[in-house]
């Protein structure tokens, strides 16, 4: 596993932000690679002695949990409260209306 962890200022400090709005006690969910325990893709098995960076943390208040988001990945967007889909009729006709 990982023997170190890198971060920024102003991560350490939205650490800080996030414990003094009392989401201290929240879990942590790690963004990273799907294809190493490191943040290095190429990193196959279970590598050691790494240093995890991490680059962004998120709150994810509703889910109560933290996302520290590490290493060079893309995360997915969330769905708007109202999906777009929601819109989407099919005419009797066959037509479809309300796709954007």
Partial sequence: GASDISADKSV???FAELEKEGFGKFPIC???TQY???TN???KGSP???TIPIREVRLSAGAE???VVCGD????PGLPKVPAA???ELAADGRIAGLF
Avoid: L, Q, W
Wanted: no cysteine; charged share 20%; net charge positive.
């Fill in 73 to 76: 990945i893309m995360t997915m």
């Fill in 41 to 43: 893709p190429d990193a």
């Fill in 30 to 32: 790690v963004a990273k």
């Fill in 12 to 14: 350490k400090d939205r």
């Fill in 86 to 88: 929601n819109s989407i």
């Fill in 36 to 38: 190493s325990f490191s």
């Fill in 65 to 67: 949990f933290v996302v």
């Fill in 48 to 50: 050691s002695g790494f």
